[in-house]
């Protein structure tokens, strides 16, 4: 068993992080230590202000060679090595370069990852819109848990396109390199603008939102990246259209922004898209009104008006033409379905973030996983307490700060207390729940206090700032030691309070030099602990396509095609229903996205038990043989059991199943198992119907 998880009684030693480097042999070794010894003697060479400022002047190319080089040597982020846990009798085992795999992201590496790879070995042909591999029937797999698919739409998906021109590692390599390096350049464009060309600042509130533990413990799904990347994007845009009069550029500037607002609305998440929208909605008010005097209106204007809202409209209106059967099913499942939130009742969330900074090494939490509790390290209340200094005693009607301050009032009451129905309704946040709604309260702290930062000209004394620091530090960690209940122990939460106060003492410093560049050296220490050790760093798919397992379904199913279940009956369930996808192998429980009403029928006519598969599901099924009719049990609110009495598996068609047990005890005169193959402690059956 391949250890990918850590579990320590108490954060008592360096033990955690022991684990994220222990596959380091020595030539890893060597590479880091070559990079280290390069940028020692190119700081030695250039010193370090001249580097910085090449760094800075070429900062397109060398992400674009990083990322060419990366993409190379099949870099991603992904667990996918923790499937190795479920195989036996293996003759290589892989190892990250860097960190450990997540167990507790198995919506990555379990659900999402497997569905894309089986877009790459799909009976029918490479990415199709509709596959017969994920469910076992034609599956809807551009708008739900988005995958990458050959059709005009994926125009709007461009972290897509490597899958559809690269190999499957390569093509993972360049969504996870893309996607890191696009947060990383747009963040950092955008706090230019935030900072009105800060540096320091700019980079400072780019390492918060790429590396913040919220960002990266949902780093994968449910397009949280996407989001942050189009919504900065956009601004840019539009920053630049607004001081540029060449409108060979504005149609560019559109054509980007068009992409932006089509990929923003596919991200198909609304319980944080709907949040961001406002925070978005802020940003671009400041945006206008700080552009508007250099801002030369043109009769061209509208024409590139109307035709962007037209091109979007089109495009939305091809993918809905396709998808809107897909989103009226899922609109109305029991689970998620679309039942309209009420806010309240998460303002303890605010005292979270020094926490976070334990879940990358420390003990796993007993209540929640991390992912749950992941936030922004947003140094609150600093941000809204500098914002009102700039706005009220500074006199700075700020184009920024005011309209980003009434939209945090607005999602921390949100988040604070129950909204009556009808006005969660017209706002849209009926569609998130408060704890999805909290990014938007982090995120928008962070983009406060760097506003705040950029803009303050004031001095405090030394004295005030001390009790201030120590005041609002002392508070914070007894909050969050209270919020956490139990899991900071008592020096976990000496080094937050002993990091928040040196914090917030430098923060308070305000626009001195000497702070900055501290605050700079503390921010890039909080995300190495909280966010850069939370996904590991892996290469190539070998560990998976490299099994014997793999390699002998993809024969078998190219032999003969046919439908396959996964035999929950050694107690295999999920993410094993999912494995068989990575080969290519229409699986019928492997993960519904969405319910497949019609075949549960053939199941249940009378329709009695759809509230149980009514849902988003992994699915187990159970084969038995005994008088007991099929039935189901719900097991959770995303998974529910098939005890599948096999005289029924003709009327789902079932030609194989992939179990771990001895199904030769099951067969009978009308229905019997034929053993095909049996490797890394995993058998696959035929069903011979007599």
């Given at each position: 068993m391949i250890e990918?998880?850590?579990?320590?009684?108490?954060?008592?030693?360096?033990?955690?992080?022991?684990?994220?480097?222990?596959?380091f042999d020595f030539v890893r070794l060597f590479f880091f230590m070559s990079i280290g010894i390069g940028l020692s003697i190119l700081v030695n060479h250039y010193g370090m202000e001249k580097l910085v400022d090449?760094?800075?002047?070429?900062r397109f190319w060398i992400s674009a060679i990083l990322g060419i080089f990366l993409v190379f040597f099949e870099i991603h982020g992904s667990s996918i090595l923790y499937w190795q846990n479920y195989l036996t009798n293996l003759t290589n085992i892989s190892q990250p370069l860097i960190g450990i795999s997540r167990a507790i992201r198995s919506d990555e590496w379990a659900v999402n990852t497997p569905m894309m790879l089986s877009q790459y070995y799909n009976h029918s042909g490479l990415f199709p819109y509709f596959s017969e591999t994920i469910r076992g029937a034609l599956t809807d797999t551009f708008?739900?848990?988005?995958q990458p698919v050959r059709d005009i739409a994926i125009f709007f998906r461009p972290f897509h396109w490597g899958y559809l021109l690269l190999a499957p590692a390569k093509g993972l390599s360049f969504f996870w390199i893309g996607r890191t390096i696009a947060l990383f350049l747009v963040s950092f464009e955008f706090g230019m603008i935030l900072t009105n060309k800060s540096k320091l600042l700019a980079l400072i509130y780019t390492l918060m939102v790429t590396w913040s533990p919220v960002v990266q413990w949902w780093f994968a799904i449910n397009g949280l990246v996407e989001m942050l990347v189009f919504g900065q994007l956009a601004l840019i845009m539009i920053t630049l259209y607004?001081?540029?009069?060449?409108?060979?550029?504005?149609s560019l500037y559109a054509l980007v922004m068009l992409i932006c607002a089509g990929g923003y609305i596919l991200t198909f998440y609304p319980a944080w898209q709907v949040p961001l929208v406002y925070v978005f909605l802020a940003l671009f008010i400041g945006v206008v009104l700080e552009n508007r005097k250099h801002f030369v209106w043109n009769k061209k204007d509208i024409g590139i008006g109307v035709g962007l809202i037209l091109l979007l409209s089109l495009g939305m209106i091809y993918i809905l033409s396709k998808s809107g059967g897909t989103i009226d099913s899922v609109m109305n499942t029991v689970y998620p379905g679309g039942s309209a939130e009420t806010g309240g009742n998460q303002g303890l969330r605010l005292f979270l973030y020094p926490g976070n900074l334990f879940f990358a090494f420390s003990r796993e939490l007993t209540y929640a996983n991390p992912?749950?509790?992941a936030v922004y390290f947003d140094f609150f209340p600093?941000?809204?307490?500098?914002?009102?200094?700039v706005v009220i005693k500074q006199k700075q009607q700020d184009k920024f700060l005011i309209p980003l301050l009434l939209i945090n009032a607005m999602m921390i009451v949100w988040c604070l207390f129950p909204w009556p129905e009808w006005l969660a309704k017209i706002t849209l946040l009926s569609y998130s729940k408060p704890v999805r709604a909290f990014l938007a309260v982090g995120f928008i702290n962070i983009l406060l206090l760097i506003r705040a930062l950029a803009l303050f000209d004031g001095a405090f004394s030394k004295w005030f700032k001390v009790g201030s620091a120590?005041?609002?530090?002392?508070?914070?960690?007894?909050?969050a030691f209270k919020t956490y209940d139990g899991y900071l122990d008592l020096k976990m939460s000496m080094i937050s309070l002993l990091l928040l106060f040196g914090s917030f003492y430098v923060i308070l410093s305000g626009n001195k030099e000497w702070a900055r560049k501290t605050l700079l050296v503390i921010v890039f220490g909080i995300i190495f602990i909280a966010g850069l050790f939370v996904n590991p760093v892996v290469n190539g798919l070998d560990a998976i396509y490299q099994t014997n397992l793999i390699n002998r379904i993809q024969q078998i199913n190219t032999t003969e095609n046919g439908l396959w279940i996964v035999d929950s009956g050694a107690e295999i369930g999920f993410p094993v229903i999912n494995f068989p996808l990575m080969a290519g192998a229409p699986t019928i429980n492997s993960t519904n996205v969405y319910p497949n009403l019609e075949r549960w029928h053939l199941l249940d006519p009378d329709g009695s038990a759809e509230e149980i598969y009514n849902r988003y599901a992994h699915i187990s099924v159970n084969l038995i043989n005994t008088s007991n009719e099929t039935?189901?049990?719900l097991k959770s609110p995303d998974l529910f059991e098939v005890n599948l009495n096999i005289m029924d598996l003709e009327k789902l068609e079932v030609t194989y199943v992939f179990s771990k047990r001895d199904l030769s005890i099951l067969s009978n005169e009308a229905v019997s198992f034929t053993e095909l193959a049996d490797e890394n402690g995993f058998k696959i059956y035929t069903v011979n119907y007599n």
């Open positions: 990918n998880k850590i579990a320590i009684e108490s954060f008592q030693s360096w033990s955690g992080i022991a684990q994220i480097i222990q596959t090449r760094a800075y002047r070429y708008i739900i848990y988005g607004m001081n540029n009069q060449n409108y060979y550029r504005r992912c749950e509790l600093l941000g809204i307490v500098l914002s009102a200094w120590l005041l609002m530090s002392l508070g914070i960690t007894l909050l039935h189901f049990e």
